[in-house]
């Protein structure tokens, strides 16, 4: 503001010497031309002083980029066992994304020991393929597929996968890997929801919170479902 303050001092001095000049040796026409630059000058100075001191709109506008949620590279746990990478999935190489979705699969026709069909139930109950069928899970209560598309069998394929060769793994960190998964799957309307997210107060970053059903629909009518899919649906 200190530099503001400077040129509306200046613009005063010559104010002030065009009234002195005025009763002096300047004619009226002359003394109205030095009004008219001196008001555009000040329009300038403060069009330019509240650029520079009025809060950004732009600066103040938080977005999620694809960048902070897209999962990328080989999944440390199980990547290497099964042969997938995040990177796999995308819409610009529909036949590799295929082929992963394909590998993710295969393990869906485990079968599983009591305790961990129970928390396979745990954990399938609590994410669905909603951008694709409207189940309410991908699995009923029971464990039984509770949708047919081919997103929905590869996440209960890496859930069976994890939880019979990598038993440690909690369900969090399990359903977390479900969620990474899906955010490839629906890249487009997951970026969407991740902003809705952020402006809410919650981390979009948490796979759990992006892509489960704790949030689910917390996005409707405020996207536009725009992004398309990835993966035969």
Request: aromatic share 8%.
């Amino acid at each position: 503001m200190k530099l503001v303050s400077q040129k509306f001092f200046y613009i005063s001095i010559v104010l002030k010497n065009g009234m002195e000049n005025k009763n002096k040796t300047k004619t009226n026409t002359e003394f109205y031309v030095q009004l008219g630059i001196i008001a555009v000058l000040a329009l300038v100075i403060t069009f330019n002083a509240g650029k520079i001191y009025s809060p950004s709109v732009t600066g103040e506008t938080i977005t999620v980029s694809a960048s902070e949620i897209i999962p990328k590279g080989i999944p440390a746990v199980y990547g290497k066992e099964i042969g997938v990478s995040y990177d796999d999935i995308s819409p610009n190489n529909p036949a590799l994304a295929d082929a992963t979705i394909a590998k993710l699969t295969k393990y869906e026709g485990m079968q599983l020991a009591s305790d961990q069909m129970e928390r396979y139930i745990k954990i399938g109950l609590s994410i669905s393929c909603e951008y694709c069928c409207g189940a309410n899970a991908i699995i009923f209560p029971n464990g039984e597929r509770a949708c047919g598309c081919a997103h929905s069998y590869s996440m209960r394929g890496l859930a069976k996968y994890l939880l019979t060769k990598h038993p440690n793994m909690s369900d969090s960190e399990i359903l977390s890997e479900l969620g990474k998964w899906k955010v490839l799957f629906f890249p487009g309307i997951h970026e969407q929801k991740a902003q809705v997210l952020k402006d809410n107060g919650i981390d979009p970053t948490n796979y759990i919170n992006l892509a489960s059903n704790l949030y689910r629909g917390i996005e409707q009518g405020k996207t536009n479902n725009a992004g398309g899919m990835v993966g035969g649906c």
